[in-house]
């Protein structure tokens, strides 16, 4: 996603230079929030400040809520059909599978020692059998990255 | 998708917005449609449960946290990004996303794989998408047909 936001901001349109779209990207995109989104209201604010933010929020969650709302205005009609429940039953295992890729995926590319791996681990275990709340472990894990490093 | 859990949490669990089904069949449409999977949701949901004046309303306050947020921080950028508790405090979510994603994946697991065919779907999709390096989508698309062909007959 990012190399073609970056594509359109800084090579095309050259509204900002490269380093001034890299400046605080990274903190911007670690807020709560999707990364689009942050994203978007971060390079509209360095662009035309407050009315830039809205802009490119308005622009960024556009199309997918029009998408969205599209399909859920037919599938909400028909999603008792035997037929659409049928391609869902299939198509959760793969979603399942696809997710699991992801975890793999992104476990080799995030985590570069023991430790991490261990907490990723506990974490796990602790959200599924305490049932806790996700934002625990956002800042559990938080407060751990803070302990082992300081 | 490590902020599945917590869409998961509050919209089924908390709130009912959703049935179970509902949730996984939205999981299902965001993985088929470009766009992040928290507009989507709340979409969704907000269209769902009101029509369209809710999607608009849940979209746009899906939107509100990240305006106001890099709004107000937006001048200090500089002075979070040197600093190193933060930095820290940043770098030790990496393993709290990799165990959300696993938790959502758990759970929709638990959810929607109740027979030996689903979990062999499962296994085939996982190894053409992570040794052959197969389209997602088309697997997604290919092996809802296979649920069509065999729950069907």
Sequence with gaps: ?150 | MAALPLIEKEVVDTYHWLSNGEFLELVTLSELTPGPIGINSATFTGFKVVGIWGSLVATLAFCLPSIFLVSLIFRSLSYFEENVWVQHFLRGLRPVVIALIGVAAYSLAQKGIKDWFAIMLGIIVFTLVYRKKTNPILLLLLSGVAGLIWYGS
């Design chain 1, 1 to 150: 996603m990012l190399p073609l936001i970056k594509q359109e901001i800084v090579e095309k349109k050259k509204v900002l230079t490269d380093e001034e779209f890299i400046e605080g990207l990274s903190v911007a995109q670690s807020l709560p929030g999707a990364i689009a989104i942050n994203t978007a209201c971060f390079v509209g604010r360095k662009v035309r400040g407050i009315a830039g933010t809205l802009v490119s929020v308005l622009g960024a969650s556009l199309p997918s809520f029009l998408i969205i709302l599209f399909i859920a205005s037919f599938f909400l009609q028909y999603r008792h059909l035997e037929v659409v429940q049928n391609f869902f039953r299939g198509a959760t295992p793969a979603i399942v599978a696809l997710i699991i890729g992801a975890v793999v995926d992104i476990g080799k590319s995030a985590l570069d020692d023991w430790g991490d791996l261990i907490i990723a681990f506990i974490l796990f275990f602790i959200t599924l059998f305490f049932n806790l709340h996700p934002l625990w472990i956002v800042l559990i894990g938080g407060m751990l990255g803070v302990l082992r490093r300081k």
